[in-house]
């Protein structure tokens, strides 16, 4: 069992990318477009879930590998990850030894999501985007109540725009601003699209297309609107101010809010990816016998793990240890 550098699992006869499209049969974790690199590639066989494949916008040509599987006596089992829709971890058998990657993952739920189920395995392939050890994030739902506060407020004399990724965290904070602030916010185009997916497999949604009709009798009034992370920001704000004659908020919700700067009035502490209590959690119930981490802060969260007494180490030095011990 071994995960080389470009993240393609050897198991058996077997060769699996682990989102990466290096091998002839490949896992897509997710739809984020980091993830989605084998769908890309000619002649893969794919193994993601029909929500993945739906938000990315691919089309099978029967090169879908349904699971569960058997693939030259690999057992492929796909489970929750927790992280956007449809984002799944993969499971490996063979010979009776477990392999699990994580893909992105949360152990904790979201107003979309279900938390990851956390795979028990012999060799793990987790994440650690949030690898080091003060990286802790707080309450999702007390989070959510501060928020409403913040539109509520933002509302009686203006209006509110929100910031986050196209794909995941901008449907989150749709149903926020449904269920928590009783509004249906303004989307754009690739956001209203992912909508749509949601709804498509369950995940209510009530938005409203900025472009739209609908849309421009919203703007008369107060409004929110939920838009990509990379527009939202104070100078936007003034232009609005401008075209509008009234005061609009900028909010960013991400899990660097405690460490990067932006330009916004308010950055909130809402993350799809585990923190790192969360990451320690997954691998103490794994009882994995040999963790490899990956994509992110891989070198430390590998050094943090040791120093709980953990068999760790980050995928390039799996390859370096490999190099050196043939
Ligand atoms: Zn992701």
Same mark, same amino acid.
Request: a negative charge; glycine letters at 10%.
């Given at each position: 069992?071994?995960? %080389? ?6 198991l058996?006869?077997?060769k ?12 897509v ?27 990315? !916008? ?18 492929l ?7 956007v829709?449809?984002? =799944?971890?993969?499971?490996a058998?063979? %010979? ?25 395995? %012999? ?9 080091e ?6 309450d ?8 409403k506060?913040?539109?509520?407020? !933002? ?51 009530d ?12 703007? =008369? ?10 527009q939202v920001?104070?100078? /936007? ?11 609009f908020r900028? #909010?960013? #919700? ?11 009035? $308010?950055?909130?502490p ?10 320690i $959690?997954?691998? $103490?119930?794994? =009882? ?16 943090? /793990?040791r ?8 995928? !390039?030095?799996a ?8």
């Amino acid at each position: 069992m071994f995960v %080389d550098e470009g993240n393609v699992l050897s198991l058996g006869g077997q060769k699996i990318g682990l989102d990466s499209g290096d091998a002839s049969v490949c896992f897509v974790s997710h739809a984020h477009s980091d993830h989605t690199q084998p769908l890309k590639a000619r002649g893969r066989k794919i193994i993601a879930s029909s929500e993945t494949l739906a938000l990315a !916008g691919f089309q099978a040509n029967g090169n879908l590998v349904e699971t569960p599987a058997v693939l030259d006596e690999v057992e492929l089992k796909m489970l929750e990850s927790g992280h956007v829709l449809g984002a =799944k971890q993969l499971r490996a058998e063979h %010979d009776g030894r477990v392999f699990a990657y994580t893909g992105d993952f949360k152990l904790r739920d979201g107003l979309t999501t279900k938390k990851a189920e956390v795979v028990e395995c %012999d060799t793990l392939l987790i994440e650690g985007t949030y690898g080091e050890s003060g990286t802790i994030f707080p309450d999702r739902m007390l989070v959510f109540e501060e928020m409403k506060k913040w539109v509520d407020e !933002g509302m009686e004399n203006g209006s509110v725009l929100f910031g986050g990724y196209a794909i995941g965290k901008a449907q989150e904070l749709v149903k926020f601003l449904n269920d928590y602030c009783r509004v249906a916010p303004l989307v754009s185009g690739k956001i209203e699209q992912a909508c749509r997916v949601y709804e498509k497999f369950g995940v209510k949604l009530d938005c409203v297309s900025a472009s739209s009709a609908e849309g421009e009798e919203l703007k =008369k009034k107060n409004f929110t609107a939920v838009l990509p992370h990379y527009q939202v920001e104070k100078g /936007l704000a003034a232009k609005l101010c401008g075209v509008y004659g009234k005061p609009f908020r900028t #909010a960013l #919700a991400t899990g660097w809010a405690n460490k990067r700067m932006f330009d916004v009035d $308010e950055v909130f502490p809402i993350s799809d990816h585990a923190d790192f209590a969360e990451i320690i $959690e997954y691998v $103490e119930a794994s =009882k994995a016998k040999e963790i490899i981490c990956c994509h992110g802060n891989e070198e430390n969260l590998a050094r943090e /793990l040791r120093s709980r007494g953990h068999n760790a180490r980050a995928r !390039g030095e799996a390859m370096q240890m490999r190099l050196v011990s043939l």
